[in-house]
């Protein structure tokens, strides 16, 4: 099956300091997606990426979709304490055909960021 | 807010036992989603459903079921519990055609002990 390897683990940053976390797979993928868990909460999508070497940004975050469709980072820049949480990449294994539509996300490991004041 | 309501929050039972967790999703999305979330295993899906009708499986255990009713609220049925079952259980919603964004609700937290 689909699998996604993500890393790092875990992250421990001071705040102020940047953040880079990548994410790969052995399948190629048509979307790629970033979510973010803060404690006790489910995941909120942070950024989704709809073509290969496209670039995009969401306030202090920016991520960008590999140019083999196999690969995806995620760059935070100037970190605060409120970006504590679980970042998370998936991806999509889909089919709209018949004017339905089904979907299964797949998602990463996950990396657990730390970040200290 | 996301607009998906999980219910319970939190349950402990004991092995052997049977739950039911409930989701209502955000107004209007026909697709009502399941993961599964451990702390080694990370998030897995474990079963869709688009307008009542089952669309996607994952690994979702034969003691597992699911379903989603006519107002579009869905049920996951767990039976026969183990330990191994604890963990986070989060139901996500998404509108017409899928594009990968879901709306998480907060989870329920099931303890087997």
């Known amino acids: 099956g689909q699998q996604l390897n993500q890393s790092p683990q875990s992250m421990f940053i001071q705040e102020g300091e940047d953040v880079s976390m990548n994410c790969t797979s052995s399948?190629?993928?048509?979307?790629w997606l970033w979510y973010k868990q803060d404690p006790g909460e489910g995941p909120v999508l942070l950024i989704a990426l709809y073509k290969a070497g496209e670039l995009t940004s969401n306030g202090r975050l920016t991520a960008q979709f590999g140019i083999t469709r196999k690969d995806s980072f995620l760059n935070i820049s100037a970190s605060i304490p409120s970006d504590v949480g679980i970042y998370f990449c998936?991806?999509?294994?889909?089919?709209?055909?018949?004017?339905?539509?089904?979907?299964?996300?797949?998602f990463g490991q996950g990396t657990i960021l730390t970040v200290h004041p | 807010d996301s607009g998906v309501t999980q219910t319970p929050k939190h349950l402990i039972t004991a092995t052997g036992q049977r739950v039911t967790l409930r989701c209502s999703p955000r107004s209007g999305d026909l697709s009502v989603y399941w993961y599964q979330q451990s702390l080694d295993q990370g998030l897995q899906f474990l079963i869709q459903y688009y307008n009542g009708e089952e669309r996607a499986k994952g690994n979702i255990l034969e003691r597992f079921s699911a379903q989603q009713f006519p107002d579009l609220h869905s049920e996951l049925n767990l039976s026969s519990l183990e330990l191994g079952d604890s963990a986070l259980y989060f139901c996500?919603?998404?509108?017409?055609?899928?594009?990968?964004?879901?709306?998480f609700g907060e989870g329920s937290r099931l303890t087997v002990l």
């Open positions: 998936a991806g999509p294994f889909t089919s709209n055909a018949g004017g339905t539509s089904y979907g299964k996300l797949t």
């Open positions: 399948s190629i993928f048509n979307t």
């Open positions: 996500a919603s998404s509108g017409g055609i899928f594009t990968g964004e879901l709306f």
